[in-house]
T-cell receptor, first 120, second 111 residues
Framework: AAGVIQSPRHLIKEKRETATLKCYPIPRHDTVYWYQQGPGQDPQFLISFYEKMQSDKGSIPDRFSAQQFSDYHSELNMSSLELGDSALYFC???????????????????FGPGTRLTVL | AQSVTQLGSHVSVSEGALVLLRCNYSSSVPPYLFWYVQYPNQGLQLLLKYTSAATLVKGINGFEAEFKKSETSFHLTKPSAHMSDAAEYFCAVSHGGKLIFGQGTELSVKP
């Protein structure tokens, strides 16, 4: 079965550089979530998209931006990188039809393998 | 606000012993709860989820969890640990779609 694809898997950047992380959801999934997991920490929600529109926003720095494209893939753009941005970045996808119907949000989120970003 | 708390950042059991990983939740509305497992350098895999259909939830790899409203708990158990169960386990609650994770519990299994 197709899974969530993230690229690149590993990325090394210098401080103040920019980085772009890509996420390709499972086919027919219309909702994408981004999470950041620092070393030894739990994943923290950054931002989400449903049908190419931002649906929720968490503790995402202003230096970061993201979007979901017409083919439902999503990109997380990170500028002015700082040492503290070094983390594992996960993308998760699901079918978000419940967001419009009002039914409960318990659809399983399928996680990608993550992109490990190291800022030097 | 919804949150989950995992008691014990590290749990060590012997192979064949009972696994018990603790999770307590805080929620003003009926919660939707999840347990995820993370193996080293891998993504998160869903073990099981509680969506109010049944209080005892069975998941993959022999794991199960029981939702106890009176105790605001959703502990994860497995009768007999295998070496392959060694991993990081996260309890999570759905808050408007996004997942709010606990701090994680690292399970180690001794031969």
């Amino acid at each position: 079965a197709a899974g969530v694809i993230q690229s690149p898997r590993h990325l090394i950047k210098e401080k103040r550089e920019t980085a772009t992380l890509k996420c390709y959801p499972i086919p027919r999934h219309d909702t994408v979530y981004w999470y950041q997991q620092g070393p030894g920490q739990d994943p923290q929600f950054l931002i989400s998209f449903y049908e190419k529109m931002q649906s929720d926003k968490g503790s995402i720095p202003d230096r970061f931006s993201a979007q979901q494209f017409s083919d439902y893939h999503s990109e997380l753009n990170m500028s002015s990188l700082e040492l503290g941005d070094s983390a594992l970045y996960f993308c998760a996808s699901t079918s978000g039809g419940t967001l419009r119907t009002g039914t409960p949000y318990y659809n399983e989120q399928f996680f990608g393998p993550g992109t490990r970003l190291t800022v030097l | 606000a919804q949150s989950v708390t995992q008691l014990g950042s590290h749990v060590s059991v012997s192979e064949g012993a009972l696994v018990l990983l603790r999770c307590n939740y805080s929620s003003s509305v009926p919660p939707y709860l999840f347990w995820y497992v993370q193996y080293p350098n891998q993504g998160l895999q869903l073990l099981l989820k509680y969506t109010s259909a049944a209080t005892l939830v069975k998941g993959i790899n022999g794991f199960e969890a029981e939702f106890k409203k009176s105790e605001t708990s959703f502990h994860l158990t497995k009768p007999s640990a295998h070496m392959s169960d060694a991993a990081e386990y996260f309890c999570a609650v759905s808050h408007g779609g996004k997942l709010i994770f606990g701090q994680g519990t690292e399970l180690s299994v001794k031969p």
